[in-house]
C-alpha cells in the first residue's frame, strides 16, 4: 500500500518506523495524536473521523491504524494529550491551598486552549501515565493538607469537574461574531431590565451584570477562587487524616 502524496503542512513520518509498501515510513503517533487533536478543536470530536483525519495528514486511512484500530482509541490519544498538558509542578514551599489553585488554573487553561478537551476528559475512562501523574499530585497536596484518602478523592474529582463546567459554562456563544453576541447580550438584557419591578426587582437591578458575557476571565477567576475558598473551609471543620 503507498499512501497518497501529502499536501501542504502534512505531518511528518518517522523515519525510524516501520516502512509502508513502496518505501515510505508511518507518520509518528504524535503527529497524528497533533494533527488529530487540532481537527477536533476545529470542528468537533463528532466531525473527526479516522478517514477524514488521514485526508488531512495526506495518508491513507490504513496508515493510521498502526497507531490507532479505531477512533475510540484515537480520543483515548486525545485525552492522553491534553492530561499531558496540564502542569503538575507545584512549588513545595506554597501553602496546599496556593498548590491546588495552580494546579486547578493550569486545568482550565489547558481546556480553555482546546475546545474539544472538556467533551475529551469528561467522557475518557482510561487510565493514563500523564492522568495518573496529575491525579496523584494532587492527591498528595490534599493528604498532606489533612484531608482523609476519602475526602482527598472527592476533592481531587471536583476540581476536574469545577475546570471542565467553568469553561463549559463561559458567558457568551462562541460561535456567534462579537456583533452578533453584542446583540443577543443587548435583547437579553432588555428581556430582564423589562421584567415588572414589583415582582422582580433584583433581576431587574441586575440585567446588565446577569448577561455581561465580556469578561471571560472575571468567570474563570472568580469560578477557582470559590472552589479553592469551600475546600479550604471544609479543611479547617476536618478531623486530621491518619
Known sequence: MTSSTPRPGAASVDAGGPPEEGGRTK?????VVDRALALAD????DALTIR???QELGVTPMALYWHF?????????LADRVWSEIDAEVDPEASWSDQLRTMVESLVRVLRAHPAAPELLKNSEKQTEASLHVTEVALEVLRGAGFDPVYASEVARLGLWTG???VLSEPGIKSLSLDERAELQR??????ASLPLATYPRLVECAEPMTACDDPDFHYEFGISMFIAGIEAMAANLPASA
Open 27 to 31: 507518520l509518528t503517533k504524535r503527529a
Open 69 to 77: 484500530r479505531g477512533k475510540d482509541e484515537l480520543l483515548d490519544g
Open 42 to 45: 476545529a470542528t468537533g470530536l
Open 164 to 166: 471542565i463546567m467553568l
Open 187 to 192: 435583547r437579553k438584557r432588555v428581556a430582564f
Open 52 to 54: 477524514k483525519l488521514a
